[in-house]
């Protein structure tokens, strides 16, 4: 409540120590490179820098994100790396004159980057003809997708790259968003074919991300060492046949944030539609899309603003302010509203949605001209606002109205 006081609603409140914490949970991989459209804020990619994660991103803006946020353009491993299936004409230009990595996700990658930087080393990311997410929406492998270099056409692409003496330094593949152990697990046995068929040159596979939080009570984590022990293993097979090390690379984006963010926003009305109780808050599917999207289940909490935490629960709908039907943040895939056991609670309490730190505010639009929510990194027990809420100047910021 004070936060919702002092920054007001809707607000994203990101907890820095929960996201620290998850990084460690993984330190058992050579690099953790962090996939950064699950939350970019400067201020998540300066703390994950500080402890240690290098970073991945899918467009010239992300590359400049972790400039801005203090990484540099090139190391050894690559402290950036931009995966994508296109170059459009900015990212193509950027990554060439700041000699960001770059691991290619189709032929035509290959092609174009090896006829403006001959020479130059990349990683290609397959795409092994499977793959499995949360959603069939967030599933990136398989001959549905569009992601990736099919795995019958890595050879060709080897021949291409030759071509233009582009090394192939490594081997990348995530075959999607939210899945499990099983799944992953594939994914071992997919790179370590791929890195074989490839060869001596492979300096680094990627398992890509993919790792699942639990946003339900019941749902677990994956067993990170049990993944561990299958991804090193295959590394360690790699290592042998080829005489050299192999860095292991993971790169998730929602397991390191997810947890760590709340979407705060403030009940402004409750109402009564036959049967069901509604309420509605100033938050909506322009700052949290997941639940209209893919029908995703995020835990609600109540904030009652008179402090008093003993009320009574009822079943309750939660929409927001949007002129369109589907803003309802309690619904199942297909659009099917799903009634919560919730506190009952009136105008002016606070509405908290948790476990919204990844695919939250940078899934957010201006529809219906909301302001994009502001931002707020707790850090040590003090809260920082790391972006301001939009103002309507930000909203119409390049309009023009054309002479009559
Ligand atoms: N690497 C690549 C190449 C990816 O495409 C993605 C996610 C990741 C890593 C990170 O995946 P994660 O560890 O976060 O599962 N908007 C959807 C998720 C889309 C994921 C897109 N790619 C959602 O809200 O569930």
Redesign the pocket.
């Known amino acids: 409540m004070d936060l919702a006081r002092q920054f007001g609603t809707p607000t994203f409140v990101y907890d820095a120590a929960k996201i620290v914490e998850r990084l460690n949970d993984l330190r058992h991989f050579d690099v953790v490179r962090y996939?950064q459209?699950?939350a970019s804020n400067l201020a998540i990619l300066d703390l994950l820098r500080r402890h240690g994660a290098l970073v991945?991103a899918?467009s010239a803006h992300e590359i400049r994100r972790a400039l801005a946020a203090g990484y540099p353009a090139q190391g050894d491993p690559p402290p950036v790396v931009y995966?994508a299936d296109i170059f459009d004409a900015d990212s193509l230009g950027l990554v060439v004159r700041e000699n960001v990595h770059v691991n290619c996700g189709s032929p035509d990658m290959i092609d174009q980057y090896g006829s403006v930087a001959p020479g130059r080393a990349i990683t290609l990311?397959i795409n092994p003809g499977f793959g499995h997410g949360?959603?069939r929406k967030?599933n990136?492998g398989g001959d549905c997708s569009k992601?990736g270099i099919w795995h019958e056409q890595l050879h060709d692409c080897l021949v291409t790259a030759e071509h233009y003496g582009l090394s192939v330094t490594g081997v990348h593949v995530?075959i999607g968003?939210?899945t499990d152990l099983e799944h992953l697990s594939q994914v071992c046995g997919a790179l370590e074919k791929a890195a074989v068929e490839v060869g001596r040159n492979v300096q680094s596979i990627s398992v890509?991300?993919?790792?699942p939080v639990p946003y339900r009570e019941g749902q677990s984590y994956v067993d990170l060492d049990a993944y561990f022990r299958r991804c090193d293993a295959v590394r360690k097979r790699l290592e042998a046949r080829f005489g050299h090390p192999v860095r292991l690379e993971i790169?998730?984006?929602?397991?390191l944030v997810a947890e760590s963010g709340f979407l705060i926003s403030e009940i402004r009305a409750v109402k009564k539609q036959g049967g069901n109780t509604f309420y509605l808050v100033d938050a909506g599917f322009n700052n949290l899309a997941?639940p209209i999207?893919?029908g995703?289940y995020h835990p609600i909490a109540i904030a009652p603003a008179d402090g008093h935490a003993n009320r009574p629960e009822i079943e309750a709908i939660v929409g927001g302010p949007l002129c369109e039907s589907g803003d309802i943040f309690t619904q199942d895939e297909g659009g099917f509203v799903a009634p919560r056991r919730l506190p009952l609670a009136a105008v002016g309490d606070y509405l908290v949605i948790e476990c919204a730190g990844?695919?939250g505010f940078v899934?957010g639009s201006n529809y219906n001209s909301k302001p994009l929510a502001a931002e707020v990194l707790v850090r040590n027990g003090q809260p920082h606002l790391v972006r301001q809420r939009q103002s309507f100047d930000d909203l119409v910021r390049g309009e023009s109205i054309p002479p009559a």
């Open positions: 996939a459209k699950a991945d899918v995966t990311r949360h959603s967030t990136t992601h995530h968003s939210g890509g991300g993919g790792l790169e998730p984006g929602r397991y997941r999207l893919y995703a990844a695919y899934m």
